[in-house]
């Protein structure tokens, strides 16, 4: 999708399309509000500043709306790095982010472009020692990330 076609979706389907991109609803409706956006720098920076503002409520908001990371069914462009996990890693992953969301209410959140399955279940291990102070300001870091890719990856 170009920037101009992004520009011009209707109300209901730009909502929809940012949705997709944070699950946020706070976040979506105050990208919403600058549009049309002038540049793909505009909209980066838009995301950025939006996401800053967002509360933790509204962090676990958009996390409700990520898969697992290392859930078979999950898999995708945004794990490939899990897909060819062994399934003892997968099933350590699974563990974990069991024993995470136990601990700190939510799933695990990370930026898993170009990470490892090993990767991932390293990061996941040492974020097990974080406090639940600490934890959410990375996991929303996480997020922003994650954001900022999928809006990348819609305009290309």
Known sequence: MTLDALNQLAQPELYTTLQQCCGAH?????MMADFPMASETALLDAATRHWAACT???GLEAFSHHPRIGDRPALHK???GVAN???AILEELASLNTRYEEKFGYIFIVFASGKSATDMLALLKARMNNSPAEEIKIAMAE??????LRLEKLLS
């Open 85 to 87: 996990a062994s399934t």
């Open 56 to 58: 933790p409520a509204d």
């Open 26 to 30: 706070k976040w979506v409706e105050k």
């Open 78 to 80: 945004e794990q490939a």
């Open 143 to 148: 997020q922003g990330k994650i954001t900022h």
